[in-house]
C-alpha cells in the first residue's frame, strides 16, 4: 500500500498516480489489499489463495495466460538483476548509494537489451 501512494506513471498529459491493474502474488490477496484497491479503483490481478475457502455465488475470472506472461518478465528482471553481485549482497550500508547501483544496474540490463 505504501508504494502505492507514491507511484507516479507517465503518461501523455500529466502523469497519473493510480495504475489501472495489478498484478501481485497469492501472498497479496488479503482482504486488507482487495478492499484497499477495490476504494482507489484498481483492478486486482491477484492469483486465489489455496487454502481459502469458497464463497457462494459468481466467482471471479481469472486470466492465468496474462498473470504468467507479467509475473514471468518481473522474475526474470530480478534474475538478471541479481546477477550484479553488488546489488545481490547489498555491500553498500547508505540507501541511497544502494539506490544509485541499482538503476546502473536497470541501465545495464537495458543496454544489453537494446544491443541485441
Not at 501523455?12 to 497469492?26: G, I, L, M, Q
Not at 484497491?37 to 489455496?50: M, Q, T
Not at 547489498?90 to 540507501?95: A, G, I, K, P
Given at each position: 500500500?505504501?508504494?502505492?501512494?507514491?507511484?507516479?506513471?507517465?503518461?501523455?498529459?500529466?502523469?497519473?498516480?493510480?495504475?489501472?491493474?495489478?498484478y501481485?502474488?497469492?501472498?497479496?490477496?488479503?482482504?486488507?489489499?482487495?478492499?484497499?484497491?477495490?476504494?482507489?479503483?484498481?483492478?486486482?490481478?491477484?492469483?486465489?489463495?489455496?487454502?481459502?475457502?469458497?464463497?457462494?455465488?459468481?466467482?471471479?475470472?481469472?486470466?492465468?495466460?496474462?498473470?504468467?506472461?507479467?509475473?514471468?518478465?518481473?522474475?526474470?528482471?530480478?534474475?538478471?538483476?541479481?546477477?550484479?553481485r553488488?546489488?545481490?549482497?547489498?555491500?553498500?550500508?547508505?540507501?541511497?548509494?544502494?539506490?544509485?547501483?541499482?538503476?546502473?544496474?536497470?541501465?545495464?540490463?537495458?543496454?544489453?537489451?537494446v544491443?541485441?
Amino acid at each position: 500500500m505504501p508504494l502505492l501512494k507514491n507511484i507516479r506513471i507517465k503518461s501523455t498529459r500529466r502523469p497519473r498516480s493510480r495504475p489501472k491493474r495489478v498484478y501481485a502474488d497469492n501472498k497479496y490477496n488479503t482482504p486488507l489489499v482487495m478492499m484497499y484497491l477495490a476504494a482507489r479503483g484498481i483492478a486486482a490481478r491477484i492469483k486465489e489463495r489455496a487454502n481459502r475457502k469458497r464463497r457462494p455465488g459468481r466467482p471471479s475470472l481469472f486470466d492465468y495466460e496474462t498473470y504468467t506472461k507479467v509475473r514471468s518478465s518481473v522474475e526474470r528482471f530480478f534474475g538478471w538483476l541479481k546477477s550484479f553481485r553488488r546489488v545481490q549482497t547489498r555491500y553498500d550500508r547508505l540507501s541511497s548509494t544502494y539506490l544509485g547501483f541499482l538503476r546502473l544496474g536497470c541501465v545495464m540490463i537495458l543496454m544489453r537489451r537494446v544491443s541485441r
